[in-house]
């Protein structure tokens, strides 16, 4: 006899707190007998789409979900004149389930959280901080960023957290994946400045960084002179450096 592993004993019932498993359910409970299986998935999905159309998403929280006061993506963290949205957040989802039940590494599956309430917030009108996010999944905000970084590393995408789009913090990965998509993957500015959630001003400037530092490793400078002519951060430069090594030469 196949025995049922451990991560499926384990997490399975955890479906059973989502709207769709509990209104199948109360079907196979209070109406035995009257559908199967099939019919009762139907149902279930005919409910919860007239349920969204009656009562938008905004005016209700779900199971897994918090609701949390988020910077205003208008406004700055260190500006006195903050501004706050409330926006709701999905911490737990019915797919991050299944993927512990299919004994996915929990590091991917906290890359997809993160990455997930990143995108909610900046949709709604917030923007996250790394520090934010710390507090929601009680985590230090250095892992935060870690996990951030492996995510956008491994999807090539720029997520749009105050590093981002405030330059704020010690987000570096931002500028690298810009000069990427710039130096390998040969886009166009504008169409950078729309995948990563920046300006076209900004994208420009740290183009135009790369190729500074282009030039003065072309006339063998050491990455100290660069720091002190151009002033970009010493790990900025060491990315721009590995590009070039890699990719430009």
């Known amino acids: 006899m196949i025995q049922t592993p451990d991560r499926i004993k384990r997490y399975r019932s955890a479906h059973e707190r989502f709207l769709k498993p509990a209104i199948v359910n ?28 009656v009562y938008p998403e905004k005016t209700r929280i779900k199971p897994g979900q918090i609701l949390w006061s988020a910077l205003d993506k208008n406004t700055r963290g260190d500006s006195p004149n903050r501004r706050y949205k409330a926006v709701v957040l999905t911490i737990v989802s019915d797919e991050d389930i299944s993927m512990l039940e299919k004994g996915a590494k929990k590091s991917e599956i906290k890359q997809k959280v993160i990455a997930r309430i990143i995108n909610e ?25 870690y996990q951030r970084i492996k995510y956008e590393t491994k999807h090539r995408v720029v997520l749009p957290h105050t590093g981002v789009l405030h330059d704020m ?10 000069v990427y998509k710039y130096v390998v993957e040969k886009k166009d500015p ?3 400045a729309r995948e990563t959630n920046h300006s076209s001003n900004a994208v420009d400037r740290y183009l135009k960084d790369y190729n500074r530092v282009k030039t003065l490793i072309n006339e063998n400078k050491d990455i100290d002179y660069m720091n002190f002519v151009t002033n970009i951060a010493k790990p900025v430069i060491k990315q721009y450096l590995q590009l070039i090594k890699d990719y430009a030469q």
């Open 26 to 53: 109360f079907f196979a409970k209070e109406f035995q007998g009257a559908f199967g299986p099939i019919i009762r998935e139907n149902i279930a999905e005919a409910l919860i789409k007239l349920v969204d159309e």
């Open 121 to 145: 917030t900046y949709q709604q009108g917030g923007i996250l901080s790394m520090r934010d996010i710390g507090l929601i999944m009680v985590t230090n905000s250095t892992n935060i960023s």
């Open 169 to 178: 913090g010690s987000s570096i990965s931002h500028k690298y994946q810009i």
């Open 190 to 192: 504008l169409k950078i």
